[in-house]
C-alpha cells in the first residue's frame, strides 16, 4: 500500500536541506539570489518550504533553490548522502546513493529491471558516454601540452601522447556520428571545442615541442 503522506514528506526533507544550507543568510537573501537567476521564489514560499508547510514542492522551485544555493537539485531531494534511508517512492525504501542513482538514471531501484525503458533512456546513457569519452581526451590532451614543460621528456614521449590523444578523438569523433545518425542533439560547443584542440596536438606542436626541449638544453650547456 502506498504511503499517503510520501509527497509532504519528501518536501519537508527539501525543506529541512533548503534551511540548513541557507544558514544564518535570511530569507530575502534567497529570494533575492532565485530572482538573480531568472524565476522568482519569494521570501514567504522559502518560509513555507523551511517550515514544512508546503505539501509538496515543483521541480521548478527545486531546481531554481538549489541554483541559487551553489548545490546540484539532487542535493535537495537526497540530502541524507550517502547512504541515509529515504522513499525514493511511496512504498520504495532504500538508501539515499541508491535513491540518486536511479533519479540521475544510473541504476534501477532495487531488483526491479522494469523500472527502465531502454528505449527512452537511450539518449541519457548515450550522453553519458559521450562526455566519458570526451573527458578521456581532454586528459590525454592536457597530459601532451604538459610535456613541453616536463623535465626529461623526449619527442619520443610526446608522440605517444600525441597518438594517444589522436586515438580518443576518433572515438570521440565516431561516437558522435552514431549519435547524430539516431537523430540525437550532439552539437555542443564544448565538445566542438575539444575536438578541434585536440586536431592541433600534431606538427605543428611536435616542432614546438621539439624548440622547447632544444631551448631548455642550450641553457644547460650554457650554464
Known amino acids: 500500500m502506498s504511503k499517503p503522506n510520501w509527497a509532504e514528506d519528501r518536501a519537508k526533507r527539501v525543506g529541512a536541506e533548503v534551511k540548513t544550507l541557507r544558514g544564518k ?13 531568472g524565476h522568482t521564489v519569494s521570501r514567504t514560499t522559502i518560509s513555507e518550504i523551511e517550515n514544512g508547510k508546503r505539501k509538496d514542492i515543483t521541480l521548478a522551485e527545486i531546481t531554481i533553490l538549489a541554483r541559487a544555493l551553489g548545490v546540484s537539485p539532487l542535493q535537495l531531494i537526497y540530502p541524507d548522502l550517502a547512504h541515509g534511508e529515504v522513499d525514493a517512492l511511496p512504498g520504495v525504501t532504500t538508501n539515499s546513493a541508491e535513491a540518486m542513482r536511479w533519479f540521475a538514471g544510473e541504476s534501477v ?15 541519457m546513457n548515450w550522453t553519458r558516454t559521450l562526455y566519458r569519452l570526451a573527458m578521456q581526451l581532454r586528459g590525454a590532451l592536457n597530459f601532451a601540452l604538459s610535456l613541453s614543460d616536463a623535465p626529461n621528456s623526449t619527442p619520443e614521449d610526446f608522440d605517444r601522447a600525441s597518438t594517444r590523444v589522436e586515438d580518443y578523438r576518433h572515438q570521440l569523433e565516431q561516437w558522435v556520428e552514431m549519435m547524430r545518425d539516431a537523430g540525437l542533439p550532439v552539437d555542443g560547443d564544448d565538445i566542438h571545442a575539444l575536438i578541434s584542440a585536440s586536431r592541433e596536438v600534431g606538427e605543428d ?19
Request: proline share 0%; no cysteine.
Open 109 to 123: 531501484l532495487g531488483s526491479d529491471l522494469t523500472v527502465f525503458d531502454k528505449t527512452a533512456t537511450r539518449a
Open 25 to 37: 543568510r535570511s530569507g530575502q537573501w534567497l529570494a533575492d539570489e532565485t530572482a538573480s537567476h
Open 205 to 223: 606542436s611536435m616542432d614546438a615541442f621539439i624548440a622547447a626541449v632544444s631551448r631548455e638544453a642550450d641553457g644547460d650547456a650554457e650554464r
